[in-house]
């Protein structure tokens, strides 16, 4: 009781969560490890008074501190396990440091770049991205596979979560709205949820996907992200001509975003960024300039956009390597891009359109196998003329759920539901019709064909396949605490109904294909049932995303069995693959 | 209709069909007849195979007779019928066909084999292995050669330069429109026939270089050009009217904030065209839009629908009805360039059957746009590329049909339901030929642009495009009113 009074107390007279802390004790001297030999692979930045660039290094759990007048790494402070955003108060004295692996918000007070770790808060699970509220006094977190909007009260730790339809990543509070914009971290859906009371207001689908940086103007809100067409093919034609896979930015209209009765993709504005020589692959952070133009960082090709021109153009810098955030000085000269895989920062000059300097923010190993692959997962390069990535459609080795026409099926004009790549390992044969009896086999072809970038070296698809067998088996969205009894029904059911003859413990898939009265536009019927391990996180289903209920799914496979099911033992059949 | 599209196949493939076999046949009958059974067999099978609506292959085996020079009353013959029921491959073909037809029989082969391609549903086409390369590097839009255009002159006995392309290598490299070919490679190609030889000389690998020697005619002085062949980025939107090399004129009328867009074809590149040109017309102020479509010279059925798309939202687009009778619907996917200005589409009787029927189809039934002209016929088929066994060529035949929502369908018959159908424009405003052919020579000479003093570039009485100004003008003003 005394310590809420003493806060109720401090609230009246001071405005940010890091001078209310400053009193509280556990303040801890954190370990300089700026010499340390690691990979750090920056993900956020916040820059504070045009001076202090801070960098939240997802691989290390450090956060770098670059002196940004002389250049130089002045500290670099470990802080946690796994660092995937970071931001300032605006009046730069608090940094909230967000930890993926933790689950942790973790609170600093900051001074002429020196930070001092105040607090750690619990955070949603699996935690993406942060804002905070203009006051500072709250955060909001994604939680990716927890599906969850968390709202973090920064003076007492309260923490209300808001449950979504989807796995959310990027975030961002909408000014003067009392309104939260998050996006899908695979598709292309974006919530808006109130933040007072907490609760959702409008749920949008936006003709997109791999949605990967919001940023705001006035009432224009900024999306960046790509468009898959299951219209084009895979053919040289259509990737070359931009026809297939398009990295764009879009323009809302927040009013129309915030009203429902609205239609905001009609009244926005898309801006292609990609064109044919220039694909400029799977655009990531986003700035806005003070000359009205936007700076882009275009993940996959190692670029930089500008732009768009007075005709629509855009002009490209080259950066370090899969650049994936960007901040600019207030006066809009200097920007500042974390190069992910290259471990530095990229000085740019915003009027010369030049690199000023890439500085490098420590000693890093020499990459293995696994290193390697990743880097080429994210390397839009690989493809034909830069448009896309592997990424591009598992998007962070997930997928982007939607329909593509490639020939890995044998056929064109079949699209289907691009696969998750989590467990991959495991889940051969690959290929709808199981035709890739081998993991290589299927990356050549997704290398060569999908992506009609010419034929990788063994190196390259070994490096991939060393990458790809990291990947895990997708999470539960149900524990089995949660979904105790009626999971166990539910196990029984699948066994009885001879649901595991094609989808097999513990992958829940098998090595054959099968004919369970389904086939595409070419007439293939024999086909690869798809692992259910995390079929609770998906949103649509079958090959061709003919539903969107699992149930129906479920239904839809002409067995003797699944027609026979009833209400009930359905029900507990949905439980129990919620906990797969 | 002469477009610039056919323009660059002729250059690009020469004169019409090749048929090395069978013109390269000698001339005793046997002989004659032997490389051309396989090949005649070989597209039986395929339109068996394949067509939407095949002929019998009865039937096909007649007409091949009829034109092979087999006089009807053996055609008509009973005993000939049961004979073509037992053909079972090449080798009885050929026996058949030399054993019945008279032997003083003079027929040209590759003349024969195009009328019978031609008198079958769906208008079939043949083309060899390698020109279809060509044909793909066009509807592809990476063709590779010098960009030029070539025609025989007749007096001078010389290939001569119709047209060196706007941005293209050879125009570039300072060949002149008119200039009379003398040498290609060193290779003198003087004399009358020369053509496909220039053609087969000029083609070659991207990167490599070839070298002519040329004058003007009425001019002695030779000049040696090189050229690096490349990709020739051949346009495929034009604007209204050319102000140089690089840049056009979009607005018709100086004062009203109406885009007008001429589609020479549509290919894989289309789209992206227009996704590029959608934010210059923005910043020019241009809130309607002409989209002209007429004397377009045909589409694959893909590069139409992946338009279509770009220009409606989520909604259905056609049906296509294949050779089991099943129908698979077609839809447009969310977003369309343009959003939400007023369009208003030309047609004329000049696209029947290329494809660009549907397009203009959907944008009415959609209420995407207002059509503006003639009407237009369809016959609903989609023809696709077949390569023919052992390199024998490739084969272009109907296998799908496209099916219109129900406005633009004809109504049954008693045969059934036909398979022809129009597409009306909204606004009927009619040409006379006349004027059909001034309006089409304007438009060729801006989007050839042979020089800046082409006394075709003047312009015309278009009352299509009058029409289509009046009816966005129209639409603008009300906007407007609606807005206040």
Redesign the interface.
């Known amino acids: 009781m005394k310590t809420h009074y003493h806060l109720g107390a401090l609230l009246l007279f001071l405005v940010t969560p890091a001078a209310q802390a400053a009193d509280e004790p556990g303040t801890k001297e954190l370990p300089n490890v700026a010499a340390k030999r690691q990979w750090r692979q920056p993900v956020a930045l916040a820059l504070a008074a045009n001076r202090w660039l801070f960098i939240a290094n997802e691989r290390s759990g450090s956060i770098s501190v670059l002196d940004v007048e002389s250049g130089q790494v002045v500290r670099e402070v470990q802080v946690g396990k796994q660092l995937v955003d970071l931001r300032l108060t605006s009046d730069i004295k608090s940094l909230v440091v967000l930890d993926g692996e933790a689950a942790e918000a973790i609170l600093f007070r900051h001074q002429d770049g020196d930070l001092t770790l105040l607090r750690r808060f619990a955070a949603p699970t699996d935690p993406r991205r942060l804002d905070l509220s203009a006051d500072g006094k709250q955060a909001v977190i994604t939680g990716r596979w927890s599906r969850t909007l968390g709202i973090l009260d920064l003076l007492d730790g309260g923490l209300k979560t808001i449950p979504l339809s989807f796995a959310p990543q990027e975030v961002r509070l909408l000014p003067g709205a009392d309104a939260i914009a998050v996006a899908d971290a695979f598709g292309g859906r974006l919530a808006v949820c109130e933040l007072t009371a907490g609760t959702p207001r409008v749920m949008r689908?936006l003709?997109g996907h791999n949605v990967r940086g919001l940023a705001l103007r006035g009432e224009q809100l900024f999306v960046t992200h790509q468009?898959l067409?299951?219209?084009?093919?895979t053919t040289?034609?259509?990737v070359?001509?931009?026809?297939l896979l398009t990295n764009n930015v879009r323009e809302l209209h927040i009013p129309d975003l915030l009203n429902p009765k609205a239609d905001p993709?009609?009244t926005s504005r898309?801006?292609?960024v990609g064109?044919?020589g220039q694909g400029s692959g799977d655009p990531a952070g986003v700035a806005c300039l003070p000359d009205g133009r936007l700076l882009i960082v275009l993940s996959g090709t190692d670029q930089v956009a500008f732009g768009?021109g007075?005709?629509?153009e855009w002009r490209r810098l080259a950066v370090g390597r899969r650049p994936t955030a960007v901040v600019v000085s207030s006066n809009g000269r200097r920007a500042y891009v974390a190069n992910t895989f290259g471990d530095s920062i990229s000085v740019v000059d915003v009027e010369r359109l030049a690199v000023v300097k890439e500085i490098t923010l420590g000693p890093t190993p020499e990459p293995d196998d696994k290193e390697r692959g990743r880097r080429l997962f994210f390397n839009a390069r690989l493809s034909h003329d830069g448009w896309l990535s592997c990424h591009s459609c598992h998007t962070d080795g997930h997928t982007s759920e939607l329909l593509a026409d490639t020939h890995s099926d044998g056929s064109f004009g079949t699209p289907k539901r691009v696969l998750s790549l989590l467990g991959v390992a495991e889940t051969g044969p690959w290929g709808w019709n199981g035709s890739f009896k081998d993991l290589r086999s299927q990356i050549r072809q997704s290398i060569s064909s999908t992506m009609q970038g010419g034929k990788p070296s063994d190196q390259q698809v070994r490096d991939l396949e060393a990458f790809l067998r990291t990947l895990p088996m997708p999470r539960a969205t149900l524990s089995q605490r949660e979904s105790a009894g009626a999971s166990i029904r539910g196990a029984a059911v699948f066994a009885e109904h001879g649901c595991r003859k094609c989808h097999a413990p513990p992958t829940y898939t098998t090595s054959e294909v099968y004919d369970v009265g389904l086939a595409d536009?070419a007439g293939l019927r024999q086909l690869n049932p798809p692992s259910l391990r995390g079929v609770g996180l998906r949103s649509v289903f079958l090959h061709d995303n003919r539903t969107t209920s699992l149930a129906e799914a479920v239904r839809l496979h002409q067995t003797k069995s699944s027609a026979r099911m009833s209400d009930k033992e359905m029900q507990d059949l949905l439980t129990f693959l919620k906990y797969l | 209709m002469p477009r610039l599209f056919s323009y660059l196949l002729m250059l690009a493939i020469g004169s019409g069909l090749i048929l090395p076999r069978l013109a390269t046949a000698a001339d005793e009958k046997d002989e004659r007849s032997k490389p051309a059974a396989p090949l005649l067999w070989a597209i039986v099978k395929t339109i068996e195979e394949r067509h939407i609506a095949p002929p019998s292959r009865q039937q096909m085996l007649l007409d091949i007779g009829r034109a092979a020079g087999i006089p009807s009353d053996v055609l008509e013959s009973e005993s000939f019928k049961m004979k073509l029921d037992q053909i079972k491959n090449a080798e009885d073909l050929l026996a058949l066909m030399v054993a019945a037809r008279p032997a003083n029989k003079q027929i040209n082969p590759e003349e024969a084999l195009r009328k019978l391609l031609q008198s079958w549903p769906g208008r079939l086409d043949l083309v060899s292995e390698k020109d279809f390369k060509v044909v793909e590097q066009l509807?592809?839009?990476?063709y590779v050669g010098t960009g030029i255009q070539v025609r025989t002159n007749a007096e001078e006995k010389l290939v001569q330069v119709m047209l060196a392309f706007p941005n293209g290598p050879a125009r570039k490299a300072g060949l002149k429109t008119d200039d009379l070919i003398l040498e290609v490679e060193g290779i003198s190609v003087r004399g009358a026939g020369m053509i496909r030889k220039v053609v087969d000389l000029l083609r070659g690998e991207e990167g490599s270089t070839v070298t002519l020697v040329v004058r003007q005619p009425g001019s002695e002085e030779k000049r040696t050009i090189s050229i690096v062949r490349s990709v020739i980025p051949l346009q495929t939107v034009f604007g209204y009217e050319r102000l140089s090399e690089e840049s056009w004129n979009y607005k018709p009328l100086a004062d009203q904030p109406i885009a007008y867009v001429h589609l020479s074809g549509i290919r894989?590149?289309t789209?992206?065209e227009l996704?590029?040109l959608?934010?210059?017309l923005?910043?020019q102020g241009c809130k309607a839009l002409v989209l002209d479509l007429r004397f377009e010279s045909g589409a694959r059925l893909?590069d139409v629908?992946?338009l279509a798309?770009g220009l409606l939202?989520e909604g259905p687009l056609w049906k296509i009805r294949d050779r089991s009778n099943t129908t698979?619907e077609?839809r447009?996917?969310?977003?369309s360039l343009f959003?939400?200005w007023p369009m208003v589409v030309l047609i004329n009787p000049t696209i029947s059957n290329t494809g660009m029927e549907w397009l203009a189809a959907a944008l009415k039934a959609r209420g995407r746009a207002v059509l503006v002209g003639e009407p237009v016929e369809s016959n609903s088929f989609v023809t696709e590329h077949v390569h023919l066994p052992d390199g024998l060529g490739v084969l272009a035949l109907p296998t799908s049909r496209v099916v219109l929502p129900e406005q633009f369908q004809p109504r049954m018959t008693n045969a059934g339901p036909k398979s022809k159908w129009t597409v009306k424009p909204d606004e009927l405003v009619k040409v006379e030929q006349k004027q059909r052919q001034e309006i089409v020579a304007r438009i060729l000479a801006h989007e050839s642009f042979r020089s800046a003093q082409d006394p075709a570039l003047k312009p015309v009485e278009d009352p299509q495009l009058a029409k289509a100004l009046d009816v966005l003008k129209a639409a603008l003003k009300q906007g407007g009113a609606k807005d206040k």
């Open positions: 689908e003709p468009v067409s299951r219209l084009a093919r040289f034609d259509d070359h001509w931009g026809n993709v009609r898309l801006h292609q064109t044919e768009p007075a005709e629509g536009e | 509807n592809a839009n990476r894989s590149s789209l992206r996704r590029q959608e934010p210059r923005q910043a893909h629908t992946l798309d939202d698979r077609v447009s996917d969310r977003d959003g939400e």
